[in-house]
């Protein structure tokens, strides 16, 4: 069973920056896909970031392109999203969510979520 856990988030203002990291337990990060969803207030989930178990593959949402980085140290089985130029509609709920390498398919894990919050 994979365990993941969100850290990171928390209150900036519009502009400004947060990273947020995702540790991965019960499984070899490089056996992953990882990725970033997001969930605001009255919305549904959306996805913001994905990177295939190698790093050799990222996706964006256009929504966040150019302003939002996603990357992965296997070696600490953490994966990062580095968040710049925030705006107040990226505050949401962030999830980091996992499936197996080379999958086509749904990611099969989630955290539980860290809350960031961008204030005009």
């Known amino acids: 069973q994979v365990q993941l856990a969100e850290s990171g988030g928390g209150l900036v203002q519009a502009g400004g920056s947060l990273r947020l990291s995702c540790a991965t337990s019960?499984?070899?990060?490089?056996?992953?896909?990882m990725g970033w969803f997001r969930q605001a207030p009255g919305k549904e989930r959306e996805f913001v970031s994905g990177?295939?178990?190698?790093?050799?593959?990222?996706y964006y949402a256009a929504s966040v392109k150019g302003r939002f980085t996603i990357s992965r140290d296997n070696a600490k089985n953490t994966v990062y999203l580095q968040m710049n130029s925030l705006k107040p509609e990226d505050t949401a709920v962030y999830y980091c969510?996992?499936?197996?390498?080379?999958?086509?398919?749904?990611?099969?894990?989630w955290g539980q979520g860290t809350q960031v919050t961008v204030s005009s």
């Open positions: 969510a996992a499936k197996p390498r080379g999958s086509n398919g749904r990611y099969d894990y």
């Open positions: 019960g499984r070899t990060s490089s056996t992953l896909a």
């Open positions: 990177i295939s178990w190698n790093g050799g593959s990222i």
